[in-house]
């Protein structure tokens, strides 16, 4: 069975930090690119962050450059995204998903997490 599981999210000022994990499970990691989305109320879905093992290159959303931060431990299968200087406008679902090569294009998505929730506010 194919499983995206995200963890991490929570409450946090802002200027503060997270880190969000995201582990995979039930596909070959190697194969495929994992990214980052987020959804705040009342918004659509909006990619953050991309990596890939086959990609020497990172990705990320211009609102969250130099702030955010995406690796990856192929070794357990698991993605990170370190969140410094949090805003309250990252508030939002996090979630995490899989793709063949990092894309903003939702509909190109195989699998895709629950989500976790982040919220920054005083």
């Known amino acids: 069975e194919v499983q995206l599981v995200e963890s991490g999210g929570g409450l946090v000022q802002p200027g503060g930090s997270l880190r969000l994990s995201c582990v995979a499970s039930?596909?070959?990691?190697?194969?495929?690119?994992i990214a980052w989305f987020r959804q705040a109320p009342g918004k659509e879905r909006e990619g953050v962050s991309c990596?890939?093992?086959?990609?020497?290159?990172?990705y990320y959303a211009n609102s969250v450059k130099g702030r955010f931060t995406i690796s990856s431990d192929s070794a357990k299968n698991m993605v990170y995204l370190q969140m410094n200087s949090l805003k309250p406008e990252d508030t939002a679902v996090y979630y995490c998903?899989?793709?063949?090569?990092?894309?903003?294009?939702?509909?190109?998505?195989?699998?895709w997490g629950q989500g976790t929730q982040v919220t920054v506010s005083s």
């Open positions: 990596i890939s093992d086959n990609d020497p290159s990172s």
């Open positions: 998903a899989a793709v063949f090569r990092c894309s903003w294009y939702q509909t190109r998505y195989d699998y």
């Open positions: 039930g596909f070959s990691f190697d194969d495929y690119a």
